[in-house]
């Protein structure tokens, strides 16, 4: 493996006594997801096709808004295609010829064979190719958080790190070759700001490189122009890297933004790539400024990759503790007795309309000292007791044991949600 050392890495009623949080421990998220009720597994679906419970799937919805938002932000525009693709629509892409064993067999249909795809790319081509495209449109920014298939061997299947249905967080940009380093590096530095709104620290970048054999797309050209332009790329984000060879996609090389589990196994977590191959497969053109028609520049990008795996990789992270804005429940309410139910009824739909996740937790579920043990991983606990109900007070308990002096509920509210609608870490400022 060769090194390219580069620049650092820039930019990263009384309650009961407090029940303290203890940091989060090494954890395995396969243990913890199934304590924490967030996903599990079944036999009769299969190995490797996990299934998400309710507070697992506020998790990935939440995820999947995100990123959706930062997208936008970025000029990207969403579309949605289907997760089968005609055979021939692989042959074409090159998956068949250099990717056949890790996917599904096709399903005759009729005359026809359909395939379960193993990635997304392909159908973006098309819509891209659905008409003809002018350089004023470009860069084209196209995504989506689309399924993908991928026939993994059991022994290597794990929890959510490795699965065989995935929900991948994907894009490609269509551009101009002038344009392709400019918007890699865009991507990269949108990789590393949805990063540090997650808490998550890669432990390395990763220039992935073709190695020997027939897996690669036999073109030299193409790969020592698509190698120098991701080498620029993370030359100009001044990120440190090493090349790794036999590490590529079979169509180009690709950055890796490389992360680590609680026992020190390492992963993939996002990509750039630069592709030169699909444009050609695809006949994709653009008419330039000359009125002649021109290749695009086929840029991949994932920011957060697979949800299976940025989820996993959070469980581990903050050992179930999630910051405000990811957790499943964001502010559980405590009536001391039947006689404040009815209040904190109404204030769990105030934080509804607010845009909140908050549950009551009523004295059915045992004492309040048990209730405030039970929901020791929800950021904001309430306690409402008579006072509280009768002058419109919460009073606050935060996860790490401080309690603010009581507030209005709609102020409370709100100081609760700008940090949720900033992404915040901290649970209070």
């Known amino acids: 493996m060769n090194s390219h050392p580069i620049a650092a890495d820039t930019p990263s009623a009384p309650a009961p006594m407090p029940v303290p949080v203890p940091p989060a421990p090494a954890v395995d998220h396969r243990r913890l997801g199934r304590e924490l009720e967030l996903f599990d597994t079944d036999p009769l679906i299969g190995s490797g096709l996990p299934y998400w419970l309710p507070d697992g799937a506020e998790i990935r919805h939440t995820l999947e808004e995100f990123v959706r ?67 004023r449109e470009l860069p084209l920014r196209i995504a989506e958080l689309g399924g993908m298939y991928r026939s993994e061997p059991s022994g290597v299947l794990g929890g959510l790190t490795r699965v065989r249905a995935i929900q991948l967080n994907d894009a490609h940009v269509f551009c101009t070759p002038e344009q392709a380093a400019d918007e890699a590096v865009a991507a990269l530095e949108l990789i590393g700001e949805a990063h540090r709104a997650l808490g998550i620290r890669p432990v390395r970048y990763r220039l992935s490189l073709p190695g020997a054999g027939g897996k690669y797309v036999a073109d030299p050209a193409l790969w020592e122009r698509a190698v120098a332009l991701l080498t620029e790329v993370l030359r100009r984000t001044g990120v440190p890297f090493e090349a790794a060879e036999g590490e590529a996609a079979f169509y180009g090389p690709k950055i890796d933004v490389q992360v680590a589990d609680a026992a020190g196994r390492e992963s993939t977590l996002s990509t750039v790539q630069i592709d030169f191959h699909q444009p050609e497969r695809f006949g994709l053109q653009y008419i330039g400024p000359d009125g002649a028609k021109h290749r695009p520049v086929m840029v991949h990008r994932s920011v957060i990759g697979s949800v299976e795996r940025v989820v ?62 039970e929901a020791r991983l929800v950021p904001y606990q309430a306690v409402l007791g008579p006072r509280e109900a009768a002058d419109d007070l919460l009073a606050l308990r935060l996860r790490d044991g401080r309690r603010p002096d009581p507030l209005p509920v709609e102020e409370a509210l709100a100081r609760i949600g700008a940090l949720v609608d900033g992404c915040a870490q901290e649970l209070w400022d």
């Open 312 to 373: 996993a990789q959070l469980i581990e992270l903050y050992g179930g503790a999630f910051p405000a804005w990811l957790a499943p429940t964001q502010l559980v309410l405590l009536p001391l007795s039947e006689g404040e139910r009815a209040r904190a009824e109404q204030v769990r739909e105030r934080c509804l309309d607010v845009g909140l996740r908050a549950e009551v937790a009523g004295p059915e579920r045992g004492t309040l000292g048990a209730r405030i043990r």
């Open 69 to 135: 938002d930062r997208e936008r932000r970025a000029g990207y525009r969403h579309v949605c295609s289907p997760v089968l693709g005609k055979r021939e629509l692989y042959e074409v892409s090159g998956h068949w010829q250099h990717y056949q064993d890790d996917m599904f067999p096709p399903m005759d249909l009729g005359s026809e064979q359909v395939v379960l795809r193993p990635s997304l790319c392909p159908h973006h081509a098309l819509i891209y190719r659905s008409r003809a495209r002018s350089h």
